[in-house]
Every structure is written in C-alpha cells, then in structure tokens.
C-alpha cells in the first residue's frame, strides 16, 4: 500500500493548465475522475499523462455508484481496471448512493435510505468491485438533502455496517459530514466518532453553498467553510496523517486561491498530525471505546 | 418500497416532463426531491449547451428547455461518460431540429458543433505503428477526425450577431490539431472522397497508390502530373497539420 500523506488537490481541466505550469510544491498529489479520462484522448490525455509523471496520483469515480441496484456493466469495469492500472492507483473510491435506474444515469449522487437492503446492496456491490478491479475500494459518504433515517447519525451506523461487512476503507468527506449535520441537526464530532479511524484511507474537504433558505448544498463551488477546517482536524488528530484532497469543480478560482487553501490545510494538517497532537482516540464501531 | 422501486421512482422524478405527485410522496420529501430533480437537470442541460452553444442561442431560452424536457422524458442518458450526454441528446431531437421549415439549417448546425465537440474528446491512442508516409503503403490518418456534407454553411460567422446560416452546400473535414482545437477545412469534391477513401476502416490495408488511383478513376479524374502535384501538395499539408499520420509500417502491402 502506497504511503500518501499531506494536501492533494482534485486535477481538474480548468485549472490543469495553470497547475501544470506552476508544479505547486504543497500539493502533495492529486486525484482525478476515471470517467474524465477513460476512452478519451486530446488535451484530457496529455494533461493526465503530465501530471501523473509529476505528483502521486489517485483516482474517485463518479459512476459506480455502490447503492445501484443496476448489475454492474462489465465493459466499464474492465475499462476502469485498465485505467486504474495504467496509472497504478493504490485504491480506488466512489459514492456510497445511487444514480439512476434501468440503464439511465441522472449523473448526480442521489441517497440511499438507511436500511437493510441497502446495506446488503452496497455490500455485495463492493465485494463485486473489489473482485472486479483486483484493487482496494473505498466508499465516500455524500451529501443528501431528503432525510434518509431516523436520525442524523444512521448514516454513520450504516457506513460502519458496510465496513464490516466488506472489508473495504473509507474515503472520508468531511464536508459532507458537516452539511449534513447542518441540514439534519446532528453533531459531526460524534458522527466522525463512530467511523473506526484505522479504516479511514483518504479524506475530501471542500466548499459548499448556503441557499437563503438555510439549505447546505455541497458546491465545490466555494472556499472551505472555517468549521470544516475545524471538523478536519478533529478527525485528523483521531485518524493520524492521511492524505486529504482539496475538491474544487465550480467557480473555480485562480490557481493561487487553491494553493492558499492547500497551504491553509496544510497547516491544520500539521498541527493535527504532529506527534504529540494526534491522539490515539478509539472508536465506538471497534468495540474499545472507553478503555 | 424496495430500493429498486424507490430509484425507478426518483429516476421519474427526475426525467418525466412533470414529476407526479406520487413518486413525489413514496420518496419522502416533496420539497427535497424537487431540489435534486432541478440539480439533474440543470447539470445534464448544461453540459448540451457547453456543446452545442450556437444551436441553444439559435433555439431560444424557451425551446431550448422544452427540446431538454421532451428528451429527458423520452429518452433519459444513458451514457456513462458525462462528455457523451449530448449525443444522447441530439439523438432525440435531431429529427425535430431537421424538420424545422423556419431555420432549415438548425439540424445541420447541430451535427456540425456536436461533431467538433466529439472530435475535441475522441480517443486518439489506438493507431497502428507509423512510418515515413509512402504510396506503397497503407496511409494512416488521425483518428480524431471527421467529415461532414452540408447543405448550409453552419460555420461559425464571423459577425456574431447574424442569425442565420446561407445555402451553400460544402464538404468539411474537421480534425484535433496539435493544440486540442476542432479545425475545420472546406475540400473540394475529388478531396473530399480522398479523404473518404483514405479514412474508411474497410480499406485500411490497402495502399495509398491503390485507394487514390481507384477514387480518381471513379471520378474519371486524369493522374497526371498536375494531378500528382496537387496531391503532393495536399499531403504535405495534411502531413504538417497532422491530418495525416504517415504510413502503416507493420504492413505488407497489397499487391
């Protein structure tokens, strides 16, 4: 398992020209989409084979969408598998949601209610990805605006119920851990709380939008809001260093905003993970809490 | 409701021309499904009108969104890669574009922008190993190509605010160039069935004198020197634009 520590930065073809120009040394790696490259040549291609040459590279797919209950496509696995591959990712994540029905894609996460089948669909799916890819997999928690459970923290128990029943890690967002608790009234700490830290492989911070109404919808569209920085290392401190990706896909600034961000979390990233800061916190999910 | 009612129930929520009150209530939230109903949309017209820019300007705000909603109903994407959504959408209203008596060349400005949109993104990889360009060999063209026949010359104006496209029917070769741009080359008629020839898969093992002598013959088209020099010349400029690639070097070539 490659060891990736510090702030990456999502690679993205608005600012892929800037970014490459410039080689930023505090981004540490970056991550890219599959699906933005997979069968596509042109400036996508050129770009990614310059970067990868230049910076540790992960990959986030968009479309495996692990609550489908779709049978998985096999020429896009096999797609995916020579692309993860070809550029040697050390593990690959995707959206614990659905997104679409009967062969149509609404291309957007939609969410999972916390039940059951859910679980059991999730699970086998991933178990079907991890023998399909021959790759480590992880889930990312999204963002949902309809309330799926009975409480804010049911998504957390049913994150941990597919951990344990997959074997798969964690690509931990903590942006939408926070709007959630924002739009569904619950404390993120205490969500963070119940994911067991040693499974946890990567994290995602970015910005999201507040609607007049109250409503939190995650953008990528704006700066990291100062409670996720907070949010982030918290977790940090309970998880140790792992590496945390800076999302950005709309309003997308000049790069230099980006890198002042990075630098920003990459401080918080410092503190949190120096030695004498990171405590070994034990989870609630690993049965050691309170000992 | 199983998981599976409940995502064919938000896919109609999110596709049908008007989300019914039911699917609405078996999800959960009417207000929240909304949203995310006008989160898909949004997302999915967007990415057809950053292809398409020109024919959403010539359709109006008003039949734009209603040419969206009469596809998303009917035939809702199933392209996995987000870039091909606009076929997905062409597709389905290519006949209503064509059939269009007020704007004859509305379907050809379609294909035409959807055609550099394709050619922007196209997999360029898979070539076979290239030589020295030779007549004696099968000759390989950039794979991020394409022609197209048009009865109008849908090519962008160079005055932005005309509206409206001239009858003026033209063959067009539009590649990638080296800067990723969708260059587009107006070709005469014997050029344009060169190219043809030249880029058909079916004759990708025949040489470059074989293919170019049987177009010419076809055309009843004389092979003499002043032929040969417009050829030489139109190859050493596709060569340098990267039109053409070379020629096949792991090939025997037809005798």
């Given at each position: 398992m490659t060891t990736l520590h510090g702030i990456g930065l999502g690679f993205r073809i608005d600012m892929a020209a800037d970014f490459l120009a410039q080689l930023p040394s505090d981004v540490k790696f970056v991550e890219v989409h599959p699906e933005n490259y997979a069968k596509r040549g042109g400036l996508y291609r050129r770009n990614l084979n310059e970067v990868r040459d230049r910076y540790p590279l992960l990959t986030h797919g968009?479309?495996?969408?692990?609550?489908?209950?779709?049978?998985?496509d096999r020429e896009f696995l096999a797609e995916l598998k020579s692309f993860l591959r070809e550029v040697d990712a050390p593990w690959h994540s995707d959206h614990l949601c659905f997104g679409g029905a009967d062969g149509a894609f609404v291309h957007d996460l939609l969410p999972l209610p916390f039940h059951e089948e859910a679980v059991q669909t999730v699970s086998d799916r991933i178990r079907q990805a991890q023998d399909a890819l021959d790759v480590e997999i992880a889930f990312e928690n999204v963002s949902y605006y309809a309330p799926q459970g009975e409480d804010g923290l049911d998504e957390a128990r049913f994150c941990v119920e597919v951990l344990e029943r997959t074997g798969a890690k964690i690509m931990l967002d903590v942006n939408n851990v926070f709007v959630n608790s924002r739009n569904f009234g619950f404390d993120p700490r205490s969500w963070i709380d119940?994911?067991?830290?040693?499974?946890?492989v990567q994290m995602h911070v970015a910005g999201h939008l507040v609607r007049p109404d109250g409503l939190r919808i995650?953008?990528?569209?704006e700066s990291v809001c100062d409670e996720v920085y907070d949010l982030l290392e918290y977790t940090l401190r309970r998880t140790g260093p792992k590496p945390v990706l800076l999302e950005r896909d709309n309003n997308v600034p000049p790069l230099q905003e980006l890198i002042d961000e990075v630098q920003r979390l990459g401080v918080v990233y410092a503190r949190a993970t120096s030695t004498n800061q990171t405590a070994a916190v034990p989870s609630v999910a690993d049965g050691s809490a309170g000992s | 409701m199983s998981l599976r009612e409940r995502e064919r129930a938000a896919a109609r929520v999110c596709f049908d021309a008007v989300p019914s009150d039911e699917d609405l209530a078996l999800l959960g939230s009417v207000e929240r499904w909304r949203d995310y109903r006008s989160m898909v949309r949004a997302r999915l017209t967007r990415v057809v009108g950053a292809a398409m820019p020109r024919l959403v300007a010539a359709l109006g705000t008003e039949r734009f969104e209603h040419a969206c909603t009469e596809w998303l109903a009917a035939a809702p994407p199933t392209e996995r890669y987000f870039r091909h959504v606009p076929e997905g959408f062409l597709a389905q209203q290519q006949s209503a574009f064509d059939a269009d008596t007020k704007s004859p060349w509305l379907g050809e400005l379609a294909r035409f922008e959807l055609m550099a949109w394709r050619i922007l993104h196209v997999d360029d990889r898979d070539v076979p190993p290239v030589g020295p360009l030779s007549f004696e060999r099968p000759i390989v063209m950039n794979p991020a190509l394409e022609m197209i026949d048009l009865?109008?010359?849908?090519?962008?104006?160079?005055?932005?605010?005309?509206?409206a496209y001239e009858k003026k029917p033209l063959h067009l070769l539009m590649y990638r160039s080296a800067e990723f741009k969708a260059i587009t080359l107006l070709l005469n008629p014997l050029a344009r069935d060169l190219v043809v020839a030249w880029t058909d898969p079916a004759n990708a093992d025949q040489t470059l004198a074989a293919l170019t002598q049987e177009v010419a013959k076809r055309r009843d088209t004389r092979t003499g020197p002043k032929f040969i020099e417009s050829l030489a010349t139109l190859l050493e400029d596709y060569l340098g634009r990267g039109i053409v690639l070379g020629s096949r070097s792991d090939s025997v070539p037809s005798p």
């Open positions: 968009l479309t495996m969408c692990f609550g489908h209950t779709d049978p998985f119940m994911i067991p830290p040693e499974r946890i995650d953008t990528h569209g | 009865r109008y010359d849908v090519q962008p104006h160079a005055d932005p605010h005309r509206d």
